[in-house]
T-cell receptor
Framework: SQQGEEDPQALSIQEGENATMNCSYKTSINNLQWYRQNSGRGLVHLILIRSNEREKHSGRLRVTLDTSKKSSSLLITASRAADTASYFC????????????FGSGTQLTVLP | DGGITQSPKYLFRKEGQNVTLSCEQNLNHDAMYWYRQDPGQGLRLIYYSQIVNDFQKGDIAEGYSVSREKKESFPLTVTSAQKNPTAFYLCATHPDSSGNTIYFGEGSWLTVV
């Protein structure tokens, strides 16, 4: 079974609104990462948050991690049509990329 | 251009045929990975290699084979033993340094006809 599961599976918002995606996981992790995938393309790394961190920011992205609830959220502020993509969380059980497990993703559509 | 090159982008396979997907990188990364992605799904690890001449099975290795004769190259062969090969295949690399961030190629679509 997959370690990380995103919620919702699909999200549709208007340009300028904020988009929030959630990721839940089952076991203790070393870190959690968020990736973006445009349709038919490879994944692009967005942000990594370690198990001893609670919040990280990168531009319009804000990621939180609650290890007690085994959950993370990705907030995209002031969304743009170009943010339309699938967003995946990936959990790392250790320092090795071999232990990286991907969720099934949230499909975000930003309407102009 | 530095990066990861996957080819071909689109490939059609007849039932019973083996096909090979190419993955080349010039990032000087030690580790390379192959993932499979089915529509609307996450990624599943097929094979990975941490150094030249060594590779390990991932979660869904049955019906696939790989080689790692050069640091830059990690080709994936989808054999006739893979019963449901139609999918999007992603190659990735990892510098094997701090953190787990991995870098992806643009993917290859394989369709069985």
């Amino acid at each position: 079974s997959q370690q990380g599961e995103e919620d919702p599976q699909a999200l549709s918002i208007q340009e300028g609104e904020n988009a929030t995606m959630n990721c839940s996981y089952k076991t203790s992790i070393n870190n959690l990462q968020w990736y973006r995938q445009n349709s038919g393309r490879g994944l692009v790394h967005l942000i990594l948050i370690r198990s001893n961190e609670r919040e990280k920011h990168s531009g319009r992205l804000r990621v939180t991690l609650d290890t007690s609830k085994k959950s993370s959220s990705l907030l995209i502020t002031a969304s743009r049509a170009a943010d339309t993509a699938s967003y995946f969380c990936a959990t790392a059980l250790s320092g090795s990329a071999r232990q990286l497990t991907f969720g099934s993703g949230t499909q975000l559509t930003v309407l102009p | 251009d530095g990066g990861i090159t996957q080819s071909p982008k689109y490939l059609f396979r007849k039932e019973g045929q083996n096909v090979t997907l190419s993955c080349e990188q010039n990032l000087n990364h030690d580790a390379m990975y192959w993932y499979r992605q089915d529509p609307g799904q996450g990624l599943r690890l097929i094979y990975y290699s941490q150094i030249v001449n060594d590779f390990q099975k991932g979660d869904i290795a049955e019906g696939y084979s790989v080689s790692r004769e050069k640091k830059e190259s990690f080709p994936l062969t989808v054999t006739s033993a893979q019963k449901n090969p139609t999918a999007f295949y992603l190659c990735a690399t990892h510098p094997d340094s701090s953190g787990n961030t991995i870098y992806f190629g643009e993917g290859s679509w394989l369709t069985v006809v």
